[in-house]
């Protein structure tokens, strides 16, 4: 069975700062992809970034990138510019194996002015 | 339509009532997965639907949870005789298809759910 750790349960950062996010999961499966969800207040999981366990390049989208380990295990976030509406729980989530994902227990996030 | 849409966003019911949670999916999207997710934790895993037939509900808690997609779109997660423990937010997410999990999944903002 799959296993998504998020250790640190809570973080902050000042506006404009950078701020890692870190994750470790534990899989048999040679083929998967790697998720983090941000989730406002408003209840919605929104996808941030997202990547293929087969590709040897970090994902990037914008302000946000990751950076893969495989062998680690490892799939940390890293969010630059960090913006007040960046204040959220963050989820890093494993897809792989079957349909389901399984996620991390999150991570609270809050970008202070 | 935009994208996944829940109702009702909140419900609170009574210990031992019957209540139903709605999902409307992403048009043409083919795959939908309920999750619930309680206070303080990631979702969890329910059940996943691929068209009309409950591919993997390995997920369900007991059986008095029970979900139906009957038309492969609208979905309604069922829970008779309701307890306390069931308090949790459920969320529904939906993919284009399905590919050993390996397709985004996209979610609705989830029903609150509350037992008194």
């Known amino acids: 069975a799959q296993t998504v750790t998020q250790s640190q349960p809570e973080m902050s950062v000042q506006e404009a700062e950078t701020v890692t996010l870190s994750c470790t999961y534990d899989?048999?499966?040679?083929?998967?992809?790697l998720f983090w969800y941000k989730q406002p207040p408003s209840r919605q999981m929104i996808l941030v970034i997202r990547?293929?366990?087969?590709?040897?390049q970090n994902a990037t989208e914008n302000r946000f990138s990751v950076n893969f380990q495989k062998a680690a295990k490892s799939f940390s976030l890293k969010i630059s510019d960090s913006q007040l509406g960046d204040t959220a729980m963050y989820f890093c989530?494993?897809?792989?194996?079957?349909?389901?994902?399984?996620f991390g227990k999150g991570m609270k996030l809050t970008v202070n002015p | 339509g935009a994208g996944v849409s829940q109702t009702p966003s909140n419900k609170v019911t009574e210990k031992g009532k019957y209540v139903e949670l709605r999902c409307d999916p992403i048009?043409?999207?083919?795959?939908l997965y309920w999750y619930r997710q309680s206070l303080g934790q990631g979702p969890e895993f329910l059940i996943y639907?691929?068209?009309?037939?409950?591919?993997?509900d390995s997920g369900l808690p007991n059986d008095r949870f029970f979900a139906v997609r009957p038309e492969g779109s609208v979905s309604t997660l069922k829970i008779q005789r309701t307890e306390r423990g069931d308090s949790a937010v459920y969320l529904c997410?939906?993919?284009?298809?399905?590919?050993?999990?390996?397709?985004?999944?996209?979610f609705g903002p989830g029903t609150r759910l509350t037992v008194l």
């Open positions: 639907f691929q068209g009309t037939g409950a591919a993997d």
């Open positions: 989530a494993f897809g792989g194996g079957s349909e389901k994902l399984v």
């Open positions: 990547q293929e366990a087969y590709k040897q």
């Open positions: 997410a939906s993919s284009l298809s399905s590919s050993g999990g390996l397709d985004t999944q996209y």
């Open positions: 048009s043409g999207h083919t795959a």
């Open positions: 899989t048999s499966e040679s083929n998967y992809y």
